[in-house]
C-alpha cells in the first residue's frame, strides 16, 4: 500500500487549502483513512478521519467546523479541506489508511498500518 499526500503550500490567515491523498496498492474501500499533523516541535496529532464507507467522521476539536474529511472511493482518494486556516495549524500533514471494518474512525495513531509521507501547510499570520 502506498499512500501520495498533496496540497500543501503557504496560505494567508483565514484562507483555505484542500490537501488530498492518493492511495494505491490495494482495495481502498477496506480502509479507513485519516489525516495527522506534525508541527515543528510538537508530537503528531490526530486531525480528522473517515470511515471505509464515508458515513462516520471523526475531528479534533481544534479543526471542528473549519476542516471537512472526505473521500472518493472510484478515485482512491481522500480530502481534507481545510478553511479559515490559523498560524496555529501550521504542521507537516500526513494521510494513513487502517485495514478495519465499516463504522470505524480511529483517532488514535496504532491502528493506522500505512502512512503517506507529509505535505507542508504553513499559514501566515
Known amino acids: 500500500v502506498q499512500l501520495q499526500a498533496s496540497g500543501g503550500g503557504l496560505v494567508q490567515a483565514g484562507g483555505s487549502l484542500r490537501l488530498s491523498c492518493v492511495f494505491s496498492g490495494h482495495t481502498f474501500g477496506l480502509y479507513a483513512v485519516g489525516w495527522f499533523r506534525q508541527a515543528p516541535g510538537k508530537a503528531r496529532e490526530f486531525v480528522a478521519a473517515?470511515?471505509?464507507?464515508?458515513?462516520?467522521?471523526n475531528y479534533a476539536d481544534s479543526v471542528k467546523g473549519r476542516f471537512t474529511i472526505s473521500r472518493d472511493n472510484e478515485k482512491n482518494t481522500i480530502y481534507l479541506q481545510m478553511n479559515s486556516l490559523k498560524p496555529e495549524d501550521t504542521a507537516v500533514y500526513y494521510c494513513a489508511a487502517d485495514e478495519t471494518i465499516s463504522g470505524v474512525a480511529q483517532v488514535f495513531e496504532a491502528p493506522y498500518d500505512y502512512w503517506g509521507q507529509g505535505t507542508l501547510v504553513t499559514v501566515s499570520s
Open positions: 473517515i470511515s471505509r464507507g464515508g458515513k462516520v467522521t
